[in-house]
């Protein structure tokens, strides 16, 4: 069944110049499977659409239950040279939780 992301983790966010960080973390140890399945690199790409203009990486870590993304040119080019109203990596964690995932029911 279809659910937001936000059902089954939760997210910690960041930014260091034009780049943002995005932490996602299962909220239990079995969802972990979920996410590595659901929440790829294309994915969030796509999710976040012309708001990234470099690619996405994922980074795995399964000893912790999360992954953590890094979005190439998602800021305009940094906090003090960007005409985006909102130029820090924060809001793009919350913003994540709404992508629509597959879950097991």
Avoid at 89 to 99: E, I, P
């Amino acid at each position: 069944m279809k659910a937001p992301l936000s059902r089954i983790a939760h997210t910690r966010s960041g930014d260091k110049g034009d780049m943002v960080n995005i932490g996602v973390i299962a909220w239990r140890a079995a969802d972990y499977r979920i996410l590595v399945r659901e929440v790829t690199a294309r994915r969030v790409f796509e999710f976040f659409g012309d708001r990234v203009a470099g690619p996405v990486e994922r980074f795995e870590a399964p000893n912790l239950g999360a992954l953590n993304f890094l979005l190439h040119g998602a800021l305009g080019g940094g906090g003090t040279v960007s005409l985006h109203i909102d130029s820090q990596g924060k809001t793009f964690g919350a913003a994540l939780l709404r992508m629509e995932i597959e879950i097991d029911e």
